[in-house]
T-cell receptor
Framework: DVKVTQSSRYLVKRTGEKVFLECVQDMDHENMFWYRQDPGLGLRLIYFSYDVKMKEKGDIPEGYSVSREKKERFSLILESASTNQTSMYLC?????????????FGPGTRLTVL | AQTVTQSQPEMSVQEAETVTLSCTYDTSESNYYLFWYKQPPSRQMILVIRQEAYKQQNATENRFSVNFQKAAKSFSLKISDSQLGDTAMYFCAFRSQGGSEKLVFGKGTKLTVNP
């Protein structure tokens, strides 16, 4: 079974803190994604990576950065957390060029910024 | 840019009955994938069913089936014999076959199955 894990299920941080959200997948997938999920807005793509050290902006990259130093790990960084970044963050991975096109999701991190 | 629209924010159904969730999308491409994902309360998002646009036959997975109308750009999900465990958020998603492999999601439909 594909497994995508995220470092925390719940996280509480203060405004202005630097926040790291970690995601690890164990299926040697090339592609990894970070989404933000808010009620009524669905999932919105923040950043994605199709290879080590490669990254591309998604639809809402402002206020976020990412790091992919190893193939299995994709980190989302909030340089200076703000209250409007309180949300559920989902990580996903997929095999590049897969004929099935499916992404596999982690359990999510619910981040609260006070 | 592709867009995905789910026009039903919330739906409910009685246990053992059938329910259909709607999804429409907009694209100028001819080859793509469509997905329905399920997110149970406080649990992980999982794939329910997948459809390749080049396939005319509608996909089926046990109690879940789709009605794929390519010309109308419609991709509805039918759940037969609804069970309490079907209570979840359901997201419709689109992915191009080539190029970027990112998913474009609809805003979701919250489905409640009542006993």
């Amino acid at each position: 079974d594909v497994k995508v894990t995220q470092s925390s299920r719940y996280l509480v941080k203060r405004t202005g803190e630097k926040v790291f959200l970690e995601c690890v997948q164990d299926m040697d997938h090339e592609n990894m994604f970070w989404y933000r999920q808010d009620p009524g807005l669905g999932l919105r793509l923040i950043y994605f990576s199709y290879d080590v050290k490669m990254k591309e902006k998604g639809d809402i990259p402002e206020g976020y950065s990412v790091s992919r130093e190893k193939k299995e790990r994709f980190s989302l960084i909030l340089e200076s957390a703000s209250t409007n970044q309180t949300s559920m963050y989902l990580c996903a991975s997929s095999r590049r060029g897969s004929g099935k096109g499916e992404q596999f999701f982690g359990p999510g991190t619910r981040l609260t910024v006070l | 840019a592709q867009t995905v629209t789910q026009s039903q924010p919330e739906m409910s159904v009685q246990e053992a009955e059938t329910v259909t969730l709607s999804c429409t999308y907009d694209t100028s491409e001819s080859n793509y994938y469509l997905f329905w994902y399920k997110q149970p309360p406080s649990r992980q998002m999982i794939l329910v069913i997948r459809q390749e646009a080049y396939k005319q036959q509608n996909a089926t997975e046990n109690r879940f089936s789709v009605n794929f109308q390519k010309a109308a750009k419609s991709f509805s999900l039918k759940i037969s014999d609804s069970q309490l465990g079907d209570t979840a958020m359901y997201f419709c998603a689109f992915r191009s076959q080539g190029g970027s492999e990112k998913l474009v999601f609809g805003k979701g439909t919250k489905l409640t199955v009542n006993p």
